[in-house]
């Protein structure tokens, strides 16, 4: 397949073009922001190691039965995917109280929640700083219908579900992650974006230590180590990884 001009560029990824207008490739960057773009840095390998997981976990769920963009490798950092016209919602979905929620709603971080997952909504603009939506604002907004956010939002808790079960096998507890969906030719709703350390919150089961870009947020260190732990134990068996720690 060939690779032909670059479509967009992100704070994560690329996305170019084929020789096939219904096929796109992503490639994962080293490059890593936080707070809206205001702290900029490298993660070094972090592309290649964002690829190889969201490949293996891609896998997973379409396994599963989840639709997903993942069509298959491209490069040790790029895969094919479908070309999908995504909604304008991002959706965070909340095992446990960590990061904004903490702020908002005066919990301590590490709280589980009562009645997980937490499903919340919010918007992507960047000149507005992806502000969170309630259904209302939604509703008034009209970028996403009732039955597309319905459907959605069903497939993120089966994901929640799914991923829960996966990372635990490993010693990983999932706090919370985003997901991106958007609607192929068909209008069927679909998984995109990345599943990762950069989208997801994941926590040692045991120590608790922080493994994913939480120790890039907060001047943790270590953070090429985290992601290549998570890589590793990802890509294992599950038995291995518990017996291992």
């Not at 990824?13 to 219904?22: C, E, G, L, Q, S």
């Not at 069927?188 to 926590?203: F, V």
Request: overall charge negative.
């Amino acid at each position: 397949m060939t690779r032909l001009e670059k479509l967009y560029e992100g704070k994560a990824k690329i996305v170019y073009a084929t020789d096939d207008p219904d096929v796109y490739i992503q490639d994962f960057k080293d490059s890593a922001t936080a707070f809206d773009g205001t702290k900029k840095g490298t993660i070094l390998d972090k592309g290649r190691m964002n690829n190889n997981m969201s490949a293996r976990l891609f896998r997973l769920l379409e396994d599963a039965g989840v639709r997903t963009h993942f069509l298959g490798p491209d490069s040790p950092t790029a895969m094919r995917i479908r070309r999908l016209d995504m909604l304008k919602v991002e959706f965070v979905v909340r095992n446990v109280v960590a990061g904004s929620l903490a702020n908002r709603i005066g919990l301590p971080e590490g709280t589980a929640l009562k009645k997980p997952p937490l499903v919340e909504y919010y918007y992507k603009d960047d000149a507005l700083h992806d502000p969170l939506l309630c259904l209302g604002h939604i509703e008034e907004l009209g970028v996403v219908s009732p039955d597309e956010l319905a459907e959605a939002t069903r497939m993120a808790r089966k994901i929640n579900e799914i991923l829960q079960k996966f990372f635990a096998e490993r010693n990983l507890v999932l706090v919370d992650f985003k997901l991106e969906f958007g609607r192929d030719k068909a209008g069927n709703i679909m998984l995109g974006d990345e599943i990762s350390p950069d989208t997801c919150r994941l926590w040692d089961a045991q120590t608790q230590d922080k493994l994913d870009k939480d120790r890039f947020r907060r001047d943790l260190g270590g953070v090429e180590e985290a992601y290549a732990e998570v890589l590793r134990r990802v890509l294992s068996e599950g038995v291995s990884a518990k017996e291992g720690d």
